[in-house]
């Protein structure tokens, strides 16, 4: 009986060590096929795609072509197919450029250095800064302030140019998510980023907002760079307004044309930080502003956007300029969250600035 007894103790000891190899085999497993989804689901942040070649640069003397470092753009693959390009602003930025300290009288707001063009050839933007540390001062001010009264609010800097806007918003410790596809704009900003010390408050995406994922030219104007606007805009402006006759009447200088990669803005959902949960919407983006909603239901449902602040310049010289408006004010999620005009007592607004 005894015997029988330490037979069957035997055999469940097998089989207890039987079934604990087991499991710890299937453990193993699991752990490899988890292991494996990781690196798929994570492929373009362990494995970026380099963007290599050659950038046109418009120089302040010169136009010239130059290879930038191999590992300086990077892309990242959404969901959807769209290709986001980001810049990588924790290298070392080793172009000299003038960078003026901004001088607003602000909380907070001290030292903040931002390198501009010559203004002989950026007589508004840069300009400004140059003469005065200052460029929009009244929507600079009332952004500033709307930014402090708003704790854990960060920033979608849609046209950063030379990130004026993105840089201020870092003096609040917010993050920024700072889109310009003109590469001359981006060295600078890389470089005010690096002189400000703010590597890591600041995501940078060197595409252009369409809408829909193409290639288009980008028009960039001598005298005034933080105007450039995607060629498409031409066919909608009216004769008089096309770059052909603008040139050959006033005698304009040529812009020269840079071809730029487009996402939309619902595309920029994909990279935002877990923690990006309710930001401000600066958006600049010389007339293309209107169509760009048109996509952006995702960006609209996923994060709250308790302000826009958005520029009308371009979109005055457009001939469909007041249906583009009132395609804005139509478009469901902005009536939805009842976005008005800055000067209606409403919790949220539509902030309209203007050159």
């Known amino acids: ?22 499991m710890k085999r299937y453990c193993i497993v699991m752990f490899m096929f988890f292991l494996v989804y990781l690196l798929v689901s994570n492929k373009n942040r362990l494995f970026p795609r380099l963007v290599f070649g050659e950038f046109h640069l418009l120089s302040t003397e010169f136009n010239r072509t130059i290879n930038i470092r191999q590992s300086q753009l990077y892309q990242h693959e959404t969901s959807n197919g769209a290709i986001i390009t980001l810049y990588d602003v924790t290298q070392d930025n080793e172009w000299d450029f003038q960078c003026p300290k901004t001088k607003y009288n602000e909380e907070n707001i ?126 909608l402006a009216p004769s008089e307004k096309k770059i052909e006759n603008l040139i050959n009447e006033r005698g304009i200088p040529p812009r020269v044309l840079a071809e730029v990669d487009t996402i939309t803005l619902d595309d920029l959902v994909s990279i935002f930080p877990i923690f990006f949960k309710r930001a401000i919407l600066k ?40 249906g583009m408006i009132k395609n804005i004010v139509d478009i469901l999620y902005l009536k939805k969250n009842f976005y008005l005009d800055h000067k209606k007592k409403r919790k949220q607004f539509l902030y309209q600035s203007s050159k």
């Open 283 to 322: 958006i600049d983006i010389e007339g293309f502003e209107a169509l760009a909603f048109g996509n952006a239901s995702l960006l609209f449902n996923r994060t709250e956007i308790p302000a826009i602040y958005m520029e009308f310049g371009k979109l005055i010289e457009i001939k469909y300029y007041r």
């Open 110 to 235: 001290h030292d903040v250095r931002i390198c501009i063009y010559d203004p002989q050839h950026d007589e508004h933007v840069s300009g400004q800064l140059n003469d005065h540390g200052k460029w929009e001062p009244v929507v600079v001010k009332s952004f500033l302030r709307l930014l402090r009264t708003l704790p854990n609010t960060h920033v979608i800097d849609i046209g950063a140019n030379l990130g004026l806007y993105t840089l201020l918003a870092t003096q609040y410790d917010r993050h920024v998510i700072a889109v310009e596809p003109l590469y001359d704009s981006l060295i600078r900003l890389h470089k005010s980023i690096q002189l400000n010390d703010v590597q890591h408050h600041v995501t940078v995406v060197a595409n252009a907002i369409g809408i829909k994922h193409e290639r288009l030219s980008l028009n960039v104007v001598d005298k005034n760079l933080g105007a450039s606007y995607l060629s498409y805009l031409d066919e």
């Open 1 to 22: 009986m005894l015997l029988k007894y330490h037979r069957n103790l035997r055999s469940s000891s097998l089989l207890i060590d039987e079934t604990m190899k087991l």
